[in-house]
């Protein structure tokens, strides 16, 4: 696909989710899509090859979050992978801070070289488990926003996000279809964690009529320090 089909593509996609991509913020996502084809073929980083499919499964789908950003400055993406939903909200976002975290370093050694190559300014790569780094009082209830998708049981993954987010920030949580049954289980650990459910977006990718529930997850009190618990334990033993 050359630069000029794949232009067209994301604005057609993007208007359909009122986003507009300005000329060079479509050359950043077209240079980010060449690399990830490329490294990919290294590093396993996605199961998305086609480059269609990237444009509305990747950077689409991260971008459906953006309007849940507008009155944020530092934003978190905990458990990034191979760059999502953070890297596409960051290309449209260039002057909020962003902090992307993996516990795999092949995925920061890779977001690296798109952060070099696309220019990316006010991006922090971190290649850290969510269970250290929430210690650190130097990202404790320092954000304004800490997204995720799809990388946990929503009880688990509440206690991987609430401990960033300070006091009326919120957690946006990604998640597929049928998450009702998620959602009735972790409304205690929530609750314990000092965060509210605050609403539930349904949205589909309509190309491929792929369903997202975007969960927002205000957070009403400071997380109680005991959490998280140690590594691998919030999988484990979910609260």
Request: proline share 3%; charged share 35%; aromatic share 6%.
């Amino acid at each position: 696909m050359d630069f000029e089909e794949f232009k067209q593509k994301l604005q057609e996609e993007s208007n359909k989710i009122q986003i507009k991509i300005e000329e060079k913020e479509s050359r950043t996502f077209y240079d980010f899509m060449k690399i990830l084809l490329v490294e990919n073929e290294k590093v396993n980083l996605t199961a998305i090859t086609e480059e269609n499919e990237i444009i509305v499964k990747h950077f689409i789908d991260s971008l459906t979050i953006n309007k849940y950003l507008i009155n944020a400055n530092k934003i978190l993406d905990l458990g990034t992978g191979a760059g999502f939903p953070g890297i596409p909200l960051k290309i449209v976002n260039k002057d909020k801070e962003f902090v992307l975290v993996d516990s795999l370093n092949k995925r920061i050694e890779f977001l690296n070289k798109v952060k070099e190559k696309c220019e990316l300014e006010n991006l922090e790569l971190i290649h850290s488990r969510a269970e250290d780094l929430a210690k650190n009082i130097n990202y404790r209830e320092k954000f304004d926003v800490v997204a995720s998708r799809a990388v946990a049981n929503l009880r688990t993954l509440a206690e991987y996000l609430l401990p960033f987010v300070k006091k009326e920030g919120i957690c946006i949580c990604m998640k597929g279809p049928n998450v009702d049954n998620e959602l009735e289980e972790a409304k205690n650990s929530i609750n314990i964690l000092g965060g509210k459910i605050e609403k539930i977006e349904k949205i589909f990718l309509k190309e491929n009529d792929m369903e997202r529930n975007i969960l927002i997850i205000r957070k009403i009190q400071n997380t109680p320090n005991k959490y998280p618990r140690k590594a691998g334990i919030p999988t484990k033993s979910p609260l």
